[in-house]
T-cell receptor
Framework: KAGVTQTPRYLIKTRGQQVTLSCSPISGHRSVSWYQQTPGQGLQFLFEYFSETQRNKGNFPGRFSGRQFSNSRSEMNVSTLELGDSALYLC??????????????FGEGSRLTVL | DAKTTQPPSMDCAEGRAANLPCNHSTISGNEYVYWYRQIHSQGPQYIIHGLKNNETNEMASLIITEDRKSSTLILPHATLRDTAVYYCIVRVGNAGNMLTFGGGTRLMVKP
């Protein structure tokens, strides 16, 4: 079956703009989480959504937000972009509940460059 | 989630076994050991996980010490395509997707 799909794969924005990234989880997976990866900070957890509700949130400013739709697809938004927001943004999905072993399946990421 | 310690880098000859250690001395009884790897510029890939017994799948073997304070990921016959950063993560199973990634081990497989 299809894996986690993230769009767009690459994008360039300028400071002050906002960006929306999209993630389609594996069919049947209801939990979606987002991670930011930068050379300096490594992989950092942003937030997790399950059944359209935010379940966990990492230590990021309010400019970073997300949501999940009824079909489990998720979007994340970053407003008022800063140079430091340049990063690879990764989405992961997983099964939750009976049958789950806790493994996450990651997409290929959306690489954001802020100029 | 318990903290893990991994060597920052390791080399391995192609065709030989790669043994990647991970220390997790503060692991709790209900926490699993998970291994992921990330090949350059791709999303992390799940490899294997275990609670206290040794585990093996088509990709690797996971050896967990009896006291569960450390573990070793074994790639039995490393290939150039196994060059990646390997992350050891300790967490409660089925407890959401909030993973704490450390620096991992950068494994370089050399011809």
């Amino acid at each position: 079956k299809a894996g986690v799909t993230q769009t767009p794969r690459y994008l360039i924005k300028t400071r002050g703009q906002q960006v929306t990234l999209s993630c389609s989880p594996i069919s049947g997976h209801r939990s979606v989480s987002w991670y930011q990866q930068t050379p300096g900070q490594g992989l950092q957890f942003l937030f997790e959504y399950f059944s359209e509700t935010q379940r966990n949130k990492g230590n990021f400013p309010g400019r970073f937000s997300g949501r999940q739709f009824s079909n489990s697809r998720s979007e994340m938004n970053v407003s008022t972009l800063e140079l430091g927001d340049s990063a690879l943004y990764l989405c992961a999905s997983s099964l939750v509940g009976l049958g789950s072993t806790g493994e996450l399946f990651f997409g290929e990421g959306s690489r954001l460059t802020v100029l | 989630d318990a903290k893990t310690t991994q060597p920052p880098s390791m080399d391995c000859a192609e065709g030989r076994a790669a043994n990647l250690p991970c220390n997790h001395s503060t692991i709790s009884g209900n926490e699993y050991v998970y291994w992921y790897r990330q090949i350059h510029s791709q999303g992390p890939q799940y490899i294997i996980h275990g609670l206290k017994n040794n585990e093996t799948n088509e990709m690797a073997s996971l050896i967990i010490t009896e006291d569960r304070k450390s573990s070793t990921l074994i790639l039995p016959h490393a290939t150039l395509r196994d060059t990646a950063v390997y992350y050891c993560i300790v967490r409660v199973g089925n407890a959401g997707n909030m993973l704490t990634f450390g620096g991992g081990t950068r494994l370089m497989v050399k011809p």
